[in-house]
Nanobody, 119 residues
């Protein structure tokens, strides 16, 4: 099993910045993808950004140039630096870890952290 714990959410004004952190523990394999997803009220959960264990990154178009995902493999941590925040970034942000537990891929989720962008 894998446990994920997010931190760093909060209330920020438009144009501001926040940094989310996610600590992973448990049975973590060397090869995996970690990422951040978000879910706004009444909407489906959507990908924000992912990063593989060899540091390939992928971003949603809506956050490119504003958000940066990074990870520390030695500490099993993933981060999301969010700059130039907009009201439409308001959502619950979830940390995700995906790894191959042969023969299937397994997804693990954190409990979520609220990010509110408002003046």
């Amino acid at each position: 099993q894998v446990q994920l714990v997010e931190s760093g959410g909060g209330l920020v004004q438009p144009g501001g910045s926040l940094r989310l952190s996610c600590a992973a523990s448990g049975s973590i394999f060397t090869i995996n993808t970690m990422g951040w997803y978000r879910q706004a009220p009444g909407k489906q959960r959507k990908l924000v950004a992912t990063i593989t264990s060899i540091l390939f990154t992928n971003y949603a178009d809506s956050v490119k140039g504003r958000f940066t995902i990074s990870r520390d493999n030695a500490k099993n941590m993933v981060y999301l630096q969010m700059n130039s925040l907009k009201p439409e970034d308001t959502a619950v942000y979830y940390c995700n870890l995906r790894q191959l537990t042969a023969p299937v891929w397994s997804d693990y989720w954190g409990q979520g952290t609220q990010v509110t962008v408002s003046s």
